[in-house]
């Protein structure tokens, strides 16, 4: 990895571990929206070593409807989101005035962590990020996904998404493909 970008990438692993999950109340029907806000304003703002995650936690269910079942999903703790992160006055202000949100959940404005017990029992996967040994121009072949078994060369890395591009030869042609970095190997 260049200097500067395996620089970057340990600042925001070691923040991510400073990171706590947060509880915050929203409008009813404003959990997606309000976690579609938040990722937007964190990508376009550049706060993605403060906001690390925003999570609607979820689970699925079969309904029978005239003799025909179907899976749906349906939303765990209705008009809540939970958003890992860490809190300093500006990723408070900017959480706590999305629009949809009504507040964190906790004494007061004082948002209180979950604890890892809490996590876990409210589905959130603790995501870890994965050491990536990687530099611009270095070989990987793709071990999952619809460009399984191409092979191809890296051309941009994203650690905070925990992706990557690449140029990958599809019909004789240099495509510039994004992937995750759980489906590909260095070669």
């Known amino acids: 990895m260049n200097e500067d970008n395996g620089n970057k990438n340990e600042r925001y692993a070691e923040r991510a571990k400073e990171a706590k999950w947060y509880v915050v109340h929203t409008y009813s029907g404003h959990e997606n ?3 579609d806000n938040i990722e937007k304003m964190v990508e376009n703002r550049g706060y993605i070593d403060d906001i690390f995650e925003v999570a609607v936690p979820t689970e699925e269910y079969v309904e029978t409807k ?12 209705p008009s809540y989101v939970l958003i890992k ?33 809490e996590v876990k029992a409210f ?8 050491e990536m040994d990687l530099n611009v121009g270095d070989s990987i072949k793709v071990i999952d996904g619809p ?11 994203s650690p905070e998404k925990l992706k990557l591009k690449a140029s990958v030869s599809i019909f004789g042609r240099d495509t510039i493909v994004e992937l995750d970095y759980d489906n590909i190997e260095r070669v």
Not at 66 to 77: A, D, H, M, P
Not at 85 to 103: A, C, E, Q
Not at 147 to 157: D, H, L, M, Q, R
């Open 33 to 35: 929206k309000v976690k």
């Open 66 to 77: 005239n003799g025909v079942k179907t899976i749906k999903e349906r939303k765990l703790f």
């Open 85 to 117: 992160m860490i809190i300093t006055d500006v990723s408070w202000f900017l959480v706590r005035n999305t629009r949809g949100v009504t507040g964190f959940v906790g004494p007061g404005s004082k948002p209180v962590p979950l604890t890892e017990k």
């Open 123 to 130: 589905g959130v996967q603790t995501v870890s990020i994965p």
């Open 147 to 157: 460009f399984e078994g191409f092979v191809g060369k890296v051309e941009e890395i």
